[in-house]
């Protein structure tokens, strides 16, 4: 499975934007999706995350109900809405498809930047 992310881009503080995941060479809506992040000169972190059915999501605690999860199967795309976006939210942003029962991410693609100005 190859997955490439998509939607970043420069914001303002408070601002949104719409990540998307796509995948090639297979069926994403097979795999659970996590969103990963990293920043520079930082270690990379969970984001969000979704099962395979769309049933069960997960958040990072820094999260605090800004963005959503979500996905469409019929279209094999899991989106990430950011909302209210902060200074501190700026990173590549990458996503991941696996097993959401054993919590194992086996396919990586190529991240998006997403960067919000103060």
């Known amino acids: 499975v190859q997955l490439q992310a998509s939607g970043g881009g420069l914001v303002q503080a408070g601002g949104s934007l719409r990540l998307s995941c796509a995948a090639s060479g297979s069926t994403l809506s097979s795999y659970a999706v996590l969103w990963f992040r990293q920043a520079p000169g930082k270690e990379r972190e969970e984001v969000s995350g979704i099962d395979a059915s769309g049933g069960a999501t997960y958040y990072n605690s820094f999260v605090g109900g800004r963005f959503t999860v979500s996905r469409d199967n019929a279209k094999d795309t899991v989106y990430l809405q950011l909302n209210n976006l902060t200074p501190g939210d700026t990173a590549v942003y990458y996503c991941?498809?696996?097993?959401?029962?054993?919590?194992?991410?086996?396919?990586w693609g190529q991240g998006t930047q997403v960067t919000v100005s103060s």
């Open positions: 991941s498809a696996g097993d959401w029962q054993r919590w194992l991410w086996e396919y």
